[in-house]
């Protein structure tokens, strides 16, 4: 696939993750307010992975790095990846915290800091995204994924903390096991097959 062509696809996804967020986080009930922490985050990672790969028109081949051309600004970075996704992890998961979480609830002002906070973070892992070596970016995404998974499983032996009844919490994990994280893995799985040629 061209990068132009990636470029095109990511200005789609991007507005439409954050709108389907917002409607989420709107008009949703309390338990697809928790669940839909997902939707700032991967559409922060993808401004922050386009802001970095369209930084600058010159490119340089760093074969200890990437197999692909890579723009100046993300060697630059390079260094200081590990910090930059610590730091981009901390903004995004101190929102997820259930003490947070109750405070959303009860006041508006804790609610859009946390999309602010959740966006953000999710931008500095992306921009991060293209300074890594190839292992370094399957680490980063298997965990982004188990941790997920880690998650949905606490809010569930949570539920009676959040005050929600468990059933109606198991429908709605195991239809983000399914039609969310199930794909993810599938993703992941042929973006490692298609890189050491497989298929």
């Known amino acids: 696939?061209?990068?132009?062509?990636?470029?095109?696809?990511?200005?789609?996804?991007?507005?439409?993750?954050?709108?389907?967020?917002?409607?989420?986080?709107?008009?949703?009930?309390?338990?697809?307010?928790?669940?839909?922490?997902?939707?700032?985050?991967?559409?922060?990672?993808?401004?922050?992975?386009?802001?970095?790969?369209?930084?600058?028109?010159?490119?340089?081949?760093?074969?200890?790095?990437?197999?692909?051309?890579?723009?100046?600004?993300?060697?630059?970075?390079?260094k200081y990846a590990p910090f930059i996704i610590a730091v981009g992890s901390v903004i995004m998961s101190v929102w997820l915290l259930p003490q947070y979480y109750v405070l959303e609830i009860k006041d508006p002002t804790y609610f859009v800091v946390s999309f602010i906070a959740e966006l953000f973070g999710g931008f500095l892992v992306g921009v991060a995204i293209p300074s890594l070596k190839f292992i370094e970016k399957v680490i980063l995404y298997s965990l982004g994924i188990g941790m997920d998974l880690f998650y949905v499983y606490l809010v569930y032996l949570s539920a009676a903390i959040f005050h929600l009844p468990s059933s109606e919490v198991l429908n709605y994990a195991l239809a983000i096991v399914f039609l969310v994280k199930f794909p993810e893995g599938v993703a992941l799985a042929l973006y490692i097959a298609k890189r050491v040629n497989m298929i």
């Not at 132009?4 to 439409?16: F, M, N």
């Not at 985050?41 to 340089?60: D, F, K, T």
Request: proline share 5%.
């Open 1 to 78: 696939m061209k990068m132009v062509t990636i470029y095109t696809v990511y200005s789609v996804l991007v507005p439409l993750f954050l709108a389907l967020s917002l409607w989420t986080y709107l008009t949703g009930d309390e338990i697809l307010h928790i669940m839909s922490y997902q939707g700032p985050i991967v559409a922060g990672g993808m401004l922050g992975w386009m802001a970095i790969m369209r930084s600058n028109r010159n490119r340089v081949y760093a074969p200890s790095v990437a197999e692909e051309l890579l723009p100046i600004m993300g060697l630059i970075l390079r």
